[in-house]
């Protein structure tokens, strides 16, 4: 059963460029967050999506912004990149309702130059 | 406030030692508390959790109880390995917003 599949794994970007990172969730699972995790800190929460609408934010500006498709996978934008939007990206996956069991994704580590 | 607070690392110890890595949170009730692990190069994965106070999670000889009396959720095992290296956070759930909030990690290092 495979987990919570995210690419690029790796990507390098420069400053005012625009970026796309995806997120396939795990089976079953119809919830999809977003999170940054920059160097040496814990995971920040970006958004959430279920039933193809972002339900929740947190404290990010609107240059990030994000879709969920029918089939519940997700995309993250960020449009006008700066330096410090360089970050680890984790996407986590859970059954609405039951928020015991996020499961995440290894990340894309995003690197604005 | 609604956070999550760690002791700072890195924790060096050698192969057999007793761990300990603390944790407390701020909250409003009795939220959902978690422990998450990340291996180098890896996303995160889910040690242990406990949903409601006095509650002990448990996994791979990790440990670690919910106190309401103290606001903590301190990990713990009796004897690391050098497999165990990895970085650790302590999260909680936000029911408002319906997100984890991460504390800041604690990097461990297990020497042979």
């Known amino acids: ?113 | 406030g609604n956070s999550v607070t760690q002791m700072e690392g890195p924790v060096t110890l050698s192969e057999e030692a007793f761990l300990t890595i603390n944790c407390t949170y701020t909250a409003t009730g009795y939220p959902s508390l978690f422990w998450y692990v990340q291996y180098p190069g890896e996303g995160l994965q889910l040690l242990l959790k406990a949903t409601k106070a006095d509650d002990k999670g448990s996994n791979k000889g990790f440990e670690a109880t919910y106190r309401k009396e103290t606001t903590s959720f301190h990990l713990e095992k009796g004897s690391v390995q050098v497999s165990d290296s990895a970085v650790y956070f302590c999260a909680r759930y936000m029911e408002y917003g319906n997100k984890l909030v991460f504390g800041a990690g604690t990097i461990l290092r297990v020497k042979s």
């Not at chain 1, 790796?10 to 795990?26: A, D, N």
């Not at chain 1, 999809?32 to 800190?41: E, K, R, T």
Request: proline share 4%; net charge neutral; hydrophobic share 25%.
């Open chain 1, 1 to 113: 059963d495979a987990g919570v599949t995210q690419s690029p794994t790796h990507l390098i970007k420069t400053r005012g460029q625009q970026v796309t990172l995806r997120c396939s969730p795990k089976s079953g699972h119809d919830t999809v967050s977003w999170y940054q995790q920059a160097l040496g800190q814990g995971p920040q929460f970006i958004f959430q999506y279920y039933e193809e609408e972002e339900r929740q934010r947190g404290n990010f500006p609107d240059r990030f912004s994000g879709h969920q498709f029918p089939n519940y996978s997700s995309e993250l934008n960020v449009n006008a990149l700066l330096l410090g939007d360089s970050a680890l990206y984790l996407c986590a996956s859970s059954t609405t309702g039951y928020h015991y069991g996020y499961t995440f994704g290894s990340g894309t580590r995003l690197t604005v130059v």
